[in-house]
């Protein structure tokens, strides 16, 4: 270990809440947030929100769509993914897994999507991983089987089915994600 890592800061949950700007943390280590996403991310993120949104007001067992909700994972590691699907009302921030987390992946949030992010979702269970690229108009989904996440859908296009936990379930058209751009 390196003179630097070995007096790095560890940041809790009680830091994060009083920093300005945007930021993640993770195992005690802040990561600043990219910019303001452009409108090409923003259009893709609504168009699966809305398509998500939609879908879920007929389930039986409700269940939301939440666009950049803080997911306070432990006291040193929270996260804001561009949207979740949990099946219950949350009025503050998340505190459990998440049925879905969505990224909208760009060039300077990709290695922190791909890799950091990848293994924490995994490593926290959470049971559908969606990866939307609008530069590349490709959408690649991970589901956990084994408490690893194996690849089940990689397309430009065509139809993604979600199936939830409590029954509920939602299909997003890929097709009209890249009509939103």
Known sequence: ???????????????????????????????????????????VAM??????????????????????????????????????VICKKIKEFVRETPEVVIEVVSSSTARKDEHLK??????ERV???????????????????DNSFTKIFDSDEGKLEVELKNGCGFLIDINKLWSAM
């Open 1 to 43: 270990m390196g003179l630097a890592e070995r007096h790095l800061p560890h940041y809790t949950v009680k830091d994060y809440m009083r920093w300005e700007g945007d930021w993640e943390l993770i195992e005690g280590i802040p990561f600043a947030m990219a910019p303001s996403p452009l409108g090409i991310h923003q259009a």
């Open 47 to 84: 168009e699966i929100g809305r398509q998500i949104a939609n879908q879920l007001e007929d389930c039986k067992h409700p269940c939301f769509v939440y666009p950049e909700l803080d997911w306070v994972i432990s006291e040193d590691t929270v996260v804001r993914p561009d949207l979740i």
């Open 118 to 123: 990848f293994e924490l979702y995994q490593r």
């Open 127 to 145: 049971p559908t991983y969606i990866m939307v690229y609008p530069e590349f108009k490709k959408v690649r989904v991970f589901a956990l089987k």
